[in-house]
């Protein structure tokens, strides 16, 4: 029979999944994600427990084995080959044969705890996955960088625009059409020219000209970074739909030996997670049934379901690569966001007469930041320390 924790050890298991007390913890040099560090933990206990049975059970055996090996040893010296000998010999292949099925069940108890882990950091990443959706609805990005990137959406300009233009009519009936007048660098360059060229006095038209200077400055020279800026957070969105898909496909397919069907989005909805459970459940105990038996067929269908429950997990780690891989690259976009940001070489001398929409982007890019260096991150699970938890022994 397949060896499960005793009731110590899943009480242990169970309560390292309370909420901490106060603050959560500093990993690694950031804070630390508590859900996800807390799933980590208990996984690397889940082994743990696993292992130490495993090895007191190796360790008893062994202990037999020896005892066994030396009556076989003095039978090899013996002129007369006694039954305890043939009795010896016999007991050696049971024990041999033991010790092969308890390593066959120490491996499937690896298999179904890290599976159920699996299960449990699927339903984790999905709903960081969803609170990047959060993120990139919510934030104000498109709505700024129109506003930013066009001197024609700034009520000044617009006020100080419309009183050139009338002087500009007083000397020529020439007037912008409506298509061009939309067009911020056409637009702002017919307002130089109305400056220039149109009726008053050159005191009036400098005073005209300075105040609409920093606003034709800034988005003649930030235009197109700034459509950078919302032109590369509309990919990351989209990004982040396509992997909210394949996190919904891998689930799918990560369920499918259970016999669950129902979407992923469906079961958080209706939190049927006890249902997903029940089906685990019932799996490991037709896999533990099959295992018992002693005839080739059962026991090549065992095989066949491990297998597909370890396949699951190859599924798992790869989507968890690609997970981290996009938070990794969403981390350097936004970096970049804020370099190009604070690149605008007049922001000391035009500063003050900026919209303030040009200080929320650049505190909504921190913050992003932020978010995926810390709330969004995975950092317990980079690299080797992932491949330890699914593949290692756990020691």
């Known amino acids: 029979m397949n060896y499960r924790p005793p009731l110590s050890a899943v009480l242990a298991a169970w309560l390292c999944w309370l909420p901490n007390t106060g603050v959560a913890g500093v990993h ?3 804070a630390a994600d508590s859900s996800l560090y807390r799933l980590v933990r208990c996984l690397h206990q889940d ?5 130490k049975h495993y090895e007191q059970q190796v360790s008893a055996l062994d202990l ?7 009556l076989l040893e003095n039978a090899e010296n013996s002129r007369v080959l006694k039954k305890s000998h043939f009795l010896a010999l016999l007991q050696k292949v049971r024990l041999l044969e033991k010790g092969q099925q308890l390593n066959e069940n120490y491996q499937l108890s690896l298999t179904e705890t890290r599976f159920r882990k699996g299960l449990e950091l699927i339903k984790l990443l999905y709903e960081k996955i969803l609170g990047l959706d959060h ?4 934030m104000q990005t498109y709505q700024q960088v129109m506003l930013l990137s066009n001197p024609n959406t700034f009520p000044e300009f617009q006020q100080t625009k419309r009183l050139l233009e009338s002087r500009l009519r007083k000397k020529s009936a020439l007037k912008l059409p409506g298509l061009l007048d939309t067009n911020p660098f056409l637009s702002a360059a017919f307002s130089l020219v109305a400056s220039v060229v149109g009726d008053g006095a050159p005191a009036e038209k400098e005073k005209d000209l300075d105040q ?14 700034l459509n950078l800026i919302y032109y590369e957070t509309e990919f990351l969105r989209k990004s982040n739909c396509s992997l909210t898909a394949d996190c919904m496909l891998l689930f799918a397919d990560y369920v499918k030996p259970l016999g669950y069907q129902i979407p992923l989005d469906v079961c958080r909805k209706a939190d049927d997670w006890e249902t997903v459970y029940g089906a685990l459940e019932a799996f490991s105990l037709k896999l533990e049934t099959l295992k018992a038996k002693a005839d080739e067929p059962s026991r090549r269908e065992a095989y066949k379901y491990q297998t597909d429950l370890e396949f699951s997990v190859d599924r798992l780690l790869d989507f968890i690569n690609k997970y981290a891989a996009f938070i990794a690259q969403g981390e350097k976009y936004y970096q970049k966001f804020q370099i190009i940001a604070g690149s605008y070489a007049n922001e000391e001398v035009c500063g003050a007469r900026l919209p303030p929409q040009f200080n929320d982007l650049k505190t909504e890019i921190s913050r992003s930041i ?3 260096n810390e709330s969004y991150n995975i950092a317990e699970l980079k690299g080797s320390k992932l491949k330890d938890l699914l593949y290692g022994a756990g020691n």
């Open 212 to 225: 609409i200077s920093c606003m034709l400055d800034f988005t003649v020279r930030m235009g197109n970074d």
């Open 135 to 138: 993120h990139f609805t919510s």
């Open 28 to 30: 690694n040099g950031t």
């Open 47 to 51: 082994v743990l427990t696993i292992t």
């Open 64 to 70: 037999q084995l020896r005892a066994t090996e030396a």
């Open 370 to 372: 932020e978010k995926f």
